[in-house]
């Protein structure tokens, strides 16, 4: 069993910029960001393999920057020019699998940390 554990979220104006952080308990093949917008569902913003290989979704490419540090076991995302559109619940996810692309085979969850961006 992994814990994740997400911390940055916040609220910001647009063009503005986050970092949000997830601690786990222990190192992965994968790992993510998803996001969740009221009314919407959840999506796959950002996935990083233990080896650095990264992926993003395509409305966050150029903007948003994933990244991990196994040592101290923490995954992070860096959002910049951030849109209002961009407002959601954030979560980080694991998974012992490779593909870090394939979104729907994760299956350790952190509870989340709020990112609002305002106009």
């Known amino acids: 069993q992994v814990q994740l554990v997400e911390s940055g979220g916040g609220s910001v104006q647009a063009g503005g910029s986050l970092r949000l952080s997830c601690t786990t308990s222990?190192?992965?093949?994968?790992m993510a960001w998803f996001r969740q917008a009221p009314g919407k569902e959840r999506e796959g913003v950002a996935g990083?393999?233990?080896?650095?290989?990264?992926d993003y979704e395509d409305s966050v490419k150029g903007r948003f920057t994933i990244s991990r540090d196994t040592d101290r076991k923490v995954l992070y995302l860096q959002m910049n020019s951030l849109k209002p559109e961009d407002t959601a619940m954030y979560y980080c996810?694991?998974?012992?699998?490779?593909?870090?692309?394939?979104?729907?085979?994760?299956?350790?969850w952190g509870q989340g940390t709020q990112v609002t961006v305002s106009s």
């Open positions: 996810a694991a998974k012992n699998s490779f593909l870090c692309e394939h979104w729907s085979e994760y299956h350790y």
């Open positions: 222990g190192n992965t093949a994968c």
């Open positions: 990083i393999s233990i080896d650095g290989t990264s």
